[in-house]
Each structure stands twice: as C-alpha cells, then as structure tokens.
C-alpha cells in the first residue's frame, strides 16, 4: 500500500522538448517587451521633436510675415514700394496633351522638356526650382501646364492627400510619418515648400507626382 501511494505521489519528469519550449517562449515574450518598450520611448522622443520643430517654425514664420509688413509699412510711408523677395519654388500640374501640335520639331521639344519636368501625363504634378533654365523650361511646355508659387497651407494639404513614395519599389501614399522616417527623418521636408530649402532635391526624388 505505501508503495502505490509513493508512486501516485510521484512527479513525471518534464521533457526536454517541453522545458526548450517554454524557455524559447520565455526569452521571446522578453524580447517582445523590450521592442515594445523601445518603439514606445522612440514614439515619445519623435513627438517631442516634432512638438519642437512646430515651435520654430510657427515663431520663423511669424518673424518673417511681421518683416514683410513692417518693410511694407515703412516703404508706404516713404511714398515707395515694397517689392517682396521672388518666389524660389513653384508647382506645376500638366492639363493638356501635345497631339495637336503641328511640327514635329516642336513636338519633340516640349515632350523631352515634360519628361525633365516627370510630367508625362496628365494631371501629374510636381514641384521646380525656379531658376532661369526653369523658367525657360516653362515658357516651353507653358501651353500644356498650370503653375504658382505654393504656399504652405496648400503644399501641406496636397503632400497629405496626393503624396506618394517608393518604398521597396513599390508606390506607396504618404500616410503617416513612419513611412518617411527611415529615409527623410533627418531632413525638415515638410518646412520648406513656401519657400526653399537645402533637401529640395532629397523630397523631389522621394515624393511621386
């Protein structure tokens, strides 16, 4: 009798490919936290950042539209003008297609200066430099496009509804900051479009039309 108690009282033994398993899921869920944890923190730091940025830009902007007034205050005042900096930076949209163009010269001209412009068809947008070679290129191809100088509010609001990018070659909308972060998060490419900034070039060959 005390024997068969003994042996109901015993433990079976564990077997190794349980005790490997549990410990796989152990170190996993471990790893899982601390990823968690990490991306949290990361969150937070980018907010924060982001949280400064905003502040400097709103007090740039704020400088500069109180400059602008008080240089035209006080050209009024002394019976003058107040001529505005040009504009550096334009967006194009193509509205037309070149087959009513007679000559073939002429053809060939404006598609090449369309491809340079990647508005190869239409309703695809971007945004140019403006410099004397563009403005050359514009006058071309001015019949088959529509063009201004852009303002923040309105380049804001078409980066978020019309704004793509290739990730993995892939076209992908621009949705959220995560999507940019890898490749543009150093850069302040949302803060130049009113007017120019040195990471032109970099959003320019990010962004899709």
């Not at 563009?134 to 071309?140: C, D, G, P, V």
């Amino acid at each position: 009798m005390e024997g068969a108690e003994e042996k109901k009282k015993k433990v079976p033994a564990v077997p190794e490919t349980l005790k490997k398993k549990r410990k796989n899921f152990a170190e996993l869920k471990i790893k899982r936290l601390r990823k968690k944890f990490a991306q949290k923190m990361l969150r937070k730091a980018r907010r924060k950042l982001i949280y400064e940025k905003a502040k400097r830009y709103h007090r740039e902007y704020r400088q500069m539209y109180r400059t602008e007034n008080r240089m035209a205050g006080m050209a009024r005042k002394a019976g003058n003008f107040h001529v505005p900096a040009e504009p550096k930076l334009a967006f194009v949209i193509r509205i037309r297609g070149i087959n009513g163009v007679s000559q073939v010269r002429k053809v060939l001209q404006v598609r090449k200066v369309l491809q340079l412009l990647r508005l190869r068809q239409i309703f695809n947008g971007t945004f140019v430099k403006l410099n004397k070679a563009s403005i050359n290129m514009l006058r071309i191809v001015e019949p088959y496009i529509a063009w201004r100088y852009p303002d923040l509010k309105s380049v804001n609001e078409l980066i978020y509804k019309r704004g793509y990018s290739k990730i993995k070659k892939k076209r992908i909308a621009l949705t959220d900051n995560v999507l940019i972060a890898p490749s543009l998060g150093k850069y302040d490419t949302k803060q130049y479009p009113s007017g120019y900034g040195q990471h032109l070039e970099c959003e320019e060959g990010y962004e899709i039309p």
